[in-house]
Protein backbone atom coordinates (compact mmCIF):
# COMPACT_ATOMS: atom_id res chain seq x y z
CA UNK A 1 0.00 0.00 0.00
CA UNK A 2 1.37 3.32 -0.54
CA UNK A 3 1.04 6.75 1.56
CA UNK A 4 0.05 10.23 0.53
CA UNK A 5 3.22 12.36 0.46
CA UNK A 6 1.07 15.69 0.61
CA UNK A 7 -2.39 17.03 1.48
CA UNK A 8 -3.67 20.26 0.05
CA UNK A 9 -6.50 21.99 2.48
CA UNK A 10 -7.68 25.31 2.80
CA UNK A 11 -10.74 27.07 2.47
CA UNK A 12 -13.32 26.49 0.52
CA UNK A 13 -13.08 28.16 -2.56
CA UNK A 14 -9.65 29.50 -2.20
CA UNK A 15 -8.24 28.04 -5.20
CA UNK A 16 -7.20 24.12 -4.41
CA UNK A 17 -9.16 23.16 -8.00
CA UNK A 18 -6.45 25.74 -9.24
CA UNK A 19 -3.53 23.86 -8.08
CA UNK A 20 -4.91 20.52 -8.75
CA UNK A 21 -5.41 21.22 -12.31
CA UNK A 22 -2.04 22.66 -12.34
CA UNK A 23 -0.13 20.06 -10.67
CA UNK A 24 -1.69 16.70 -12.31
CA UNK A 25 0.36 16.91 -15.43
CA UNK A 26 3.80 17.39 -13.54
CA UNK A 27 6.39 13.92 -14.28
CA UNK A 28 6.94 13.12 -10.85
CA UNK A 29 3.54 13.45 -9.60
CA UNK A 30 1.24 10.49 -9.00
CA UNK A 31 -2.39 12.76 -8.36
CA UNK A 32 -5.39 10.37 -8.35
CA UNK A 33 -8.31 10.83 -10.82
CA UNK A 34 -10.46 12.08 -8.21
CA UNK A 35 -9.16 15.56 -6.74
CA UNK A 36 -10.98 15.36 -3.09
CA UNK A 37 -10.94 11.93 -0.95
CA UNK A 38 -12.65 13.44 2.04
CA UNK A 39 -11.27 10.49 3.95
CA UNK A 40 -10.56 12.16 7.71
CA UNK A 41 -13.75 14.09 7.47
CA UNK A 42 -15.57 10.00 7.69
CA UNK A 43 -14.13 9.95 11.31
CA UNK A 44 -12.80 13.19 12.12
CA UNK A 45 -16.02 15.40 12.23
CA UNK A 46 -19.31 14.40 13.91
CA UNK A 47 -21.16 16.01 11.48
CA UNK A 48 -19.46 15.48 8.42
CA UNK A 49 -20.12 11.81 8.70
CA UNK A 50 -22.85 11.12 6.31
CA UNK A 51 -22.04 13.40 3.19
CA UNK A 52 -18.33 12.73 2.09
CA UNK A 53 -19.65 8.90 0.37
CA UNK A 54 -22.03 11.13 -1.69
CA UNK A 55 -19.23 13.72 -2.48
CA UNK A 56 -17.04 10.84 -3.68
CA UNK A 57 -19.50 9.49 -6.05
CA UNK A 58 -20.30 12.73 -7.54
CA UNK A 59 -16.19 13.37 -8.36
CA UNK A 60 -16.65 9.44 -9.86
CA UNK A 61 -19.62 9.97 -12.31
CA UNK A 62 -18.21 12.88 -13.63
CA UNK A 63 -14.86 11.98 -14.01
CA UNK A 64 -16.25 9.06 -15.90
CA UNK A 65 -18.64 10.63 -17.68
CA UNK A 66 -15.68 13.22 -18.92
CA UNK A 67 -14.22 10.08 -19.88
CA UNK A 68 -16.85 8.59 -21.70
CA UNK A 69 -17.66 11.45 -23.44
CA UNK A 70 -14.27 12.42 -24.76
CA UNK A 71 -12.28 9.10 -25.06
CA UNK A 72 -11.03 7.15 -27.60
CA UNK A 73 -11.04 3.43 -28.04
CA UNK A 74 -11.43 3.15 -24.54
CA UNK A 75 -12.12 -0.72 -25.34
CA UNK A 76 -8.35 -0.58 -26.05
CA UNK A 77 -7.44 1.07 -23.27
CA UNK A 78 -6.18 -0.38 -20.44
CA UNK A 79 -5.27 2.69 -18.31
CA UNK A 80 -9.10 3.69 -18.70
CA UNK A 81 -10.35 0.07 -17.36
CA UNK A 82 -7.46 0.66 -14.08
CA UNK A 83 -9.51 4.33 -13.47
CA UNK A 84 -12.82 1.90 -13.32
CA UNK A 85 -11.59 -0.02 -10.91
CA UNK A 86 -10.46 2.77 -9.09
CA UNK A 87 -13.19 4.71 -9.37
CA UNK A 88 -15.70 1.83 -8.01
CA UNK A 89 -13.10 1.50 -4.89
CA UNK A 90 -13.26 5.08 -4.33
CA UNK A 91 -17.39 5.06 -4.03
CA UNK A 92 -17.44 2.14 -1.36
CA UNK A 93 -19.59 2.36 1.82
CA UNK A 94 -16.58 1.17 4.19
CA UNK A 95 -13.99 3.46 4.20
CA UNK A 96 -10.82 2.19 6.62
CA UNK A 97 -6.82 3.33 6.64
CA UNK A 98 -6.50 0.60 4.44
CA UNK A 99 -8.84 1.49 1.72
CA UNK A 100 -7.12 5.21 1.90
CA UNK A 101 -3.68 4.11 1.40
CA UNK A 102 -5.01 1.88 -1.45
CA UNK A 103 -6.50 4.53 -2.91
CA UNK A 104 -2.71 5.96 -3.91
CA UNK A 105 -1.37 2.61 -5.42
CA UNK A 106 -3.11 3.78 -8.77
CA UNK A 107 0.04 6.03 -8.93
CA UNK A 108 3.69 5.41 -9.40
CA UNK A 109 5.67 3.86 -6.64
CA UNK A 110 8.21 6.77 -7.06
CA UNK A 111 5.96 9.51 -7.66
CA UNK A 112 5.01 11.97 -4.99
CA UNK A 113 1.60 11.81 -4.55
CA UNK A 114 -1.60 13.89 -2.98
CA UNK A 115 -4.63 14.43 -1.40
CA UNK A 116 -6.48 17.43 -2.32
CA UNK A 117 -8.86 17.77 0.27
CA UNK A 118 -9.95 21.70 0.94
CA UNK A 119 -12.68 20.46 4.07
CA UNK A 120 -9.41 18.83 6.03
CA UNK A 121 -9.10 22.33 7.31
CA UNK A 122 -11.95 22.07 10.00
CA UNK A 123 -10.05 18.57 11.58
CA UNK A 124 -9.76 19.00 15.01
CA UNK A 125 -6.45 18.74 16.53
CA UNK A 126 -6.24 15.34 17.72
CA UNK A 127 -6.47 14.32 14.07
CA UNK A 128 -4.89 16.24 12.72
CA UNK A 129 -1.42 14.83 15.27
CA UNK A 130 -2.71 11.32 14.48
CA UNK A 131 -2.22 12.44 10.57
CA UNK A 132 1.13 13.21 11.34
CA UNK A 133 1.94 10.12 13.43
CA UNK A 134 0.36 8.10 10.89
CA UNK A 135 2.37 9.49 8.14
CA UNK A 136 5.61 11.53 9.54
CA UNK A 137 6.72 12.82 6.27
CA UNK A 138 4.10 14.15 5.02
CA UNK A 139 3.46 17.94 3.83
CA UNK A 140 0.39 19.76 4.16
CA UNK A 141 -0.16 23.08 1.82
CA UNK A 142 -2.74 25.42 2.80
CA UNK A 143 -4.99 27.89 1.04
CA UNK A 144 -6.30 30.66 2.62
CA UNK A 145 -8.71 33.57 1.08
CA UNK A 146 -10.15 36.92 2.46
CA UNK A 147 -13.02 35.58 4.41
CA UNK A 148 -15.35 38.09 2.46
CA UNK A 149 -14.31 37.36 -0.63
CA UNK A 150 -14.57 33.77 -0.09
CA UNK A 151 -18.05 34.06 1.17
CA UNK A 152 -19.23 36.14 -2.00
CA UNK A 153 -17.94 33.59 -3.79
CA UNK A 154 -19.71 30.76 -1.91
CA UNK A 155 -22.73 32.33 -2.22
CA UNK A 156 -22.39 32.80 -5.96
CA UNK A 157 -22.41 29.28 -5.68
CA UNK A 158 -24.83 28.34 -4.44
CA UNK A 159 -27.04 30.92 -5.66
CA UNK A 160 -26.20 29.02 -9.32
CA UNK A 161 -26.86 25.84 -7.80
CA UNK A 162 -30.26 26.68 -6.23
CA UNK A 163 -31.75 28.73 -8.80
CA UNK A 164 -32.16 31.43 -6.97
CA UNK A 165 -31.57 35.26 -8.16
CA UNK A 166 -28.26 37.04 -7.38
CA UNK A 167 -30.61 40.28 -6.85
CA UNK A 168 -32.85 38.95 -4.31
CA UNK A 169 -31.01 40.73 -0.91
CA UNK A 170 -33.01 38.93 1.75
CA UNK A 171 -32.63 35.34 0.18
CA UNK A 172 -28.53 36.25 0.14
CA UNK A 173 -28.92 37.62 3.70
CA UNK A 174 -30.21 33.78 4.14
CA UNK A 175 -27.78 31.95 2.36
CA UNK A 176 -24.75 33.86 4.51
CA UNK A 177 -25.87 32.85 8.12
CA UNK A 178 -25.83 29.33 7.00
CA UNK A 179 -23.68 27.04 9.15
CA UNK A 180 -21.75 26.06 6.64
CA UNK A 181 -21.09 29.35 4.60
CA UNK A 182 -20.49 31.30 7.68
CA UNK A 183 -18.40 28.75 9.42
CA UNK A 184 -15.71 28.31 6.60
CA UNK A 185 -15.13 31.77 6.81
CA UNK A 186 -13.55 31.39 10.38
CA UNK A 187 -9.98 30.21 9.31
CA UNK A 188 -7.39 31.46 11.55
CA UNK A 189 -7.58 29.18 14.21
CA UNK A 190 -8.12 25.91 11.89
CA UNK A 191 -4.57 27.29 10.14
CA UNK A 192 -3.04 27.86 13.53
CA UNK A 193 -3.60 23.89 14.42
CA UNK A 194 -2.65 22.94 11.40
CA UNK A 195 1.15 25.11 11.41
CA UNK A 196 1.20 24.13 14.99
CA UNK A 197 1.70 19.66 14.20
CA UNK A 198 3.50 20.54 10.80
CA UNK A 199 5.75 23.30 11.56
CA UNK A 200 7.92 23.75 8.72
CA UNK A 201 6.29 20.74 6.93
CA UNK A 202 3.29 23.49 6.77
CA UNK A 203 3.27 25.90 3.56
CA UNK A 204 0.16 28.52 3.08
CA UNK A 205 -0.20 31.06 0.34
CA UNK A 206 -2.84 33.58 -0.10
CA UNK A 207 -5.17 33.30 -2.70
CA UNK A 208 -4.19 36.51 -4.53
CA UNK A 209 -0.40 34.90 -4.89
CA UNK A 210 -1.81 32.76 -8.18
CA UNK A 211 -3.02 36.15 -9.45
CA UNK A 212 -0.03 38.22 -9.26
CA UNK A 213 3.12 35.72 -9.40
CA UNK A 214 1.30 32.05 -10.47
CA UNK A 215 5.59 30.61 -11.14
CA UNK A 216 6.74 32.33 -7.99
CA UNK A 217 3.93 30.33 -6.53
CA UNK A 218 4.63 26.81 -7.87
CA UNK A 219 8.21 27.40 -7.46
CA UNK A 220 7.15 27.31 -3.73
CA UNK A 221 5.75 24.37 -3.85
CA UNK A 222 7.88 22.75 -6.24
CA UNK A 223 10.71 23.14 -3.36
CA UNK A 224 8.21 22.22 -0.53
CA UNK A 225 7.34 18.45 -2.24
CA UNK A 226 11.26 17.92 -3.90
CA UNK A 227 10.23 17.70 -7.40
CA UNK A 228 11.98 19.65 -10.32
CA UNK A 229 10.56 23.07 -11.10
CA UNK A 230 10.35 23.86 -15.18
CA UNK A 231 7.30 25.98 -16.43
CA UNK A 232 6.85 23.62 -18.93
CA UNK A 233 5.40 21.33 -16.32
CA UNK A 234 2.78 23.78 -15.10
CA UNK A 235 0.38 23.67 -18.22
CA UNK A 236 -2.37 26.09 -17.81
CA UNK A 237 -0.87 27.88 -14.96
CA UNK A 238 -1.35 31.29 -16.36
CA UNK A 239 -5.95 29.77 -16.64
CA UNK A 240 -7.71 32.05 -14.30
CA UNK A 241 -9.28 30.33 -11.28
CA UNK A 242 -13.39 29.52 -11.94
CA UNK A 243 -14.84 32.79 -10.87
CA UNK A 244 -18.33 32.20 -11.01
CA UNK A 245 -21.17 33.97 -12.34
CA UNK A 246 -20.95 37.56 -12.20
CA UNK A 247 -22.30 39.86 -9.63
CA UNK A 248 -21.09 42.73 -7.38
CA UNK A 249 -20.89 42.64 -3.51
CA UNK A 250 -23.76 44.69 -2.48
CA UNK A 251 -22.80 46.90 0.00
CA UNK A 252 -25.69 45.99 2.55
CA UNK A 253 -24.39 42.49 2.26
CA UNK A 254 -20.78 43.31 2.26
CA UNK A 255 -21.07 45.63 5.61
CA UNK A 256 -22.50 42.02 7.46
CA UNK A 257 -19.32 40.20 6.17
CA UNK A 258 -17.35 43.13 7.51
CA UNK A 259 -18.55 42.83 10.76
CA UNK A 260 -19.08 39.34 10.88
CA UNK A 261 -15.23 38.25 10.23
CA UNK A 262 -13.82 41.53 11.18
CA UNK A 263 -10.81 39.74 13.27
CA UNK A 264 -10.73 36.88 10.66
CA UNK A 265 -9.51 40.04 8.45
CA UNK A 266 -7.27 40.96 10.46
CA UNK A 267 -5.64 37.80 11.13
CA UNK A 268 -5.62 37.37 6.97
CA UNK A 269 -4.27 40.71 6.04
CA UNK A 270 -1.41 40.48 8.62
CA UNK A 271 -0.37 37.04 7.03
CA UNK A 272 2.64 37.64 4.61
CA UNK A 273 1.93 36.12 0.98
CA UNK A 274 3.23 32.55 1.60
CA UNK A 275 4.91 31.02 4.67
CA UNK A 276 6.09 28.25 6.39
CA UNK A 277 4.35 26.87 9.77
CA UNK A 278 6.99 28.27 11.46
CA UNK A 279 5.90 31.29 10.67
CA UNK A 280 3.26 30.99 13.56
CA UNK A 281 5.53 30.47 16.20
CA UNK A 282 7.98 33.57 15.11
CA UNK A 283 5.03 36.21 15.58
Given at each position: ??????????M????????????????????????????F??????????????????????G??????????????????????????????????????????????????G??????????????????????N???????????D?????????V?????????????Q????????????????????????????????????????????????????????????????????????????P???????E??Y??E???????????????????
Amino acid sequence: MSKPDFLCIGMQKGGTTWLYNVLKNHPQLGLLPAKELVYFNSYGIEEHKQWPLYHRRRQAIQGLAHELNTGKNLDHNEDFFNRLRWYSKFSSTKVSKEWYENLFDIAPDDAVKGDFTPDYIMLPCDIIREIKNNYPNVKAIFSARSPIDRTWSHVKMIVRNEGHDLADESKIQGIIQREDVKRRGFFSEDMKNWANVFDDNFFFYKFEYIKTSPLSLLQEISKLLKIEYKEVFFDGYDSPTYAGQDGQLPSKIKEVLEETYEQEMSFYNSLPTSGLGSFFNEN
